[in-house]
């Protein structure tokens, strides 16, 4: 057996601890970053019903992944799941190629660099505004990202699924690429929920209701208003 096969899921549970770790001295440090989101003068739709459905069955289906993979890894051949893994990986893998319909939101625009240049402003104790429109750079990486890692992990699992795995062949390989995917798409999602609950206060409440107030627009996305107003308008207008 290879050394993936052996220590795998250790290693991956090494990862995630890592990562806690680092964002707990992260927020330690910097604190969070611009204006909470409360259940107050919340009139702009971010997320329709649907976009939020989609994120809790794209997050609900990742967890299960998460778990199962982790049995599969620390139990050797554990069937059942194996099974579950497979069947939900099919879930998950729909869902996420769904949320390209939404794509147009997810490109990048000129002032990202700036965002970029700066991490967000992650690196800082100030919470320094940053251009961006419905999503900032951060988040337009991560979807992308994520998207990339979903038709690795699909197209690798595939192979994978019902196969004998041989160090020395093609599928020893596969089986390294998932892994690797994996952990970085867990550690992807441990960021993301520490930038949802912690670093950015209140976000996750967008979930609830789906709508955001023009304060915390205006310090978290000051361009989306100007992005919607400009896609609105005849070419040549703006």
Excluded at 9 to 23: D, E, K, R, T
Excluded at 75 to 94: C, D, Q, R, T, V
Excluded at 137 to 161: D, E, H, R, S
Aim: glycine residues 8%; contains cysteine; positive net charge.
């Amino acid at each position: 057996m290879s050394i993936y096969e052996n220590y795998g899921g250790i290693i991956m549970m090494v990862l995630i601890l890592v990562s806690v770790l680092v964002l707990g001295i992260h927020y330690k440090r910097k604190g969070s970053k611009g204006v909470p989101l409360d259940d107050s003068n919340n009139v702009i739709e971010r997320f329709t019903r649907f976009e939020r459905i989609l994120h809790f069955i794209r997050a609900f289906t990742f967890i299960i992944l998460t778990i199962s993979g982790l049995v599969f890894m620390f139990i050797e051949a554990n069937k059942p799941s194996g099974l579950i893994h497979s069947i939900i990986g099919i879930i998950f893998f729909i869902v996420s190629i769904a949320t390209l319909v939404w794509f147009k939101s997810y490109t990048f625009k000129p002032y990202d660099k700036l965002w970029l240049r700066h991490l967000g402003g992650y690196l800082s104790k100030e919470s320094a505004s940053l251009p961006a429109g419905k999503y900032n750079a951060g988040q337009k990486v991560f979807f992308w990202m994520t998207i990339l890692f979903t038709l690795i992990l699909t197209g690798t699992g595939k192979f994978l699924m019902g196969n004998t795995v041989n160090e020395t062949e093609p599928s020893g390989m596969l089986l390294l690429i998932h892994g690797c995917a994996a952990a970085l798409s867990i550690i992807s999602i441990v960021g993301h929920i520490y930038l949802s609950l912690w670093a950015n206060k209140g976000t996750w409440r967008v979930l609830k209701s789906g709508k955001v107030s023009e304060k915390w627009v205006q310090s978290h996305h000051p361009n989306w208003e100007i992005d919607k107003v400009k896609s609105k308008a005849p070419k040549g207008h703006i």
